[in-house]
């Protein structure tokens, strides 16, 4: 596994050929990506985070999501070759798309052999783009705008996110104002009735004491 660093975005590069591997990631750095590289579909996985579950054991067929304290970076885009040994690159694909937490990464497929029926399986499945080995510089030059778009959606949704706690904030401050204002006007109320009350009394004394005064 190699890591190259100092750029915006970061892209996982998955091949199980070294040189394949290796040419991909200089493409990469050359268009200022920091590079993640790893052979196999499992090792990306693993780098996400990603555990598949023992289908015997939990019958079930989805990943789940366990932290990874070795990914210190987050991952922008998932480059992967097609054919591998064990899981292929479409088997990765349909693993990450099903995750909650990586669904938004945006894949991309790569592979010498030009299938279409391959091609328009991945494309449905969620890939972005479908590259022929040997990938150019101009494919790479392709990854850039997907990129650009999730990152645009994840800055949308921290503003909603933000905007929705500022208005619940707002609505807390007004509703401890009635609240203030609702407890001052209570005892408001109450000083006056207690007001009144001493007043009333003070009457009844006056008309009590009233009967007994003699002017001369």
Not at 26 to 35: E, I
Not at 69 to 74: A, D, L, R, S, W
Not at 98 to 121: A, C, G, L, Q
Request: aromatic share 6%; hydrophobic share 30%.
């Amino acid at each position: 596994m190699g890591v190259a660093a100092d750029s915006q975005f970061h892209v996982l590069a998955v091949d199980d050929s070294i040189i394949d591997r290796k040419l991909i990631e200089r493409l990469l750095k050359t268009s200022s990506f920091q590079v993640t590289t790893v052979d196999s579909g499992s090792k990306a996985l693993e780098f996400l985070g990603l555990h598949e579950e023992d289908d015997e054991i939990h019958n079930l067929n989805q990943p789940s999501v366990s932290p990874n304290i070795n990914q210190e970076v987050e991952v922008n885009l998932i480059i992967t070759d097609y054919c591998m040994p064990g899981m292929t690159g479409y088997d990765l694909l349909k693993k990450v798309k099903k995750s909650s937490s990586f669904k938004d990464i945006p894949v991309v497929i790569m592979s010498s052999e030009n299938v279409p029926s391959r091609i328009s399986r991945c494309l449905e499945e969620g890939a972005e783009e479908f590259f022929l080995k040997p990938v150019r510089l101009s494919d790479v030059n392709k990854l850039k705008p997907h990129m650009m778009r999730t990152k645009i959606k994840e800055i949308d949704h921290i503003d909603h996110q933000y905007n929705q706690e500022h208005e619940k904030h707002q609505e807390q401050n007004v509703l401890e104002t009635k609240e203030d204002e609702s407890t001052q006007q209570s005892n408001g109320n109450k000083r006056k009735s207690m007001e009144d009350g001493d007043l009333t009394r003070q009457n009844k004394t006056q008309i009590q004491w009233w009967p007994y005064c003699r002017f001369d």
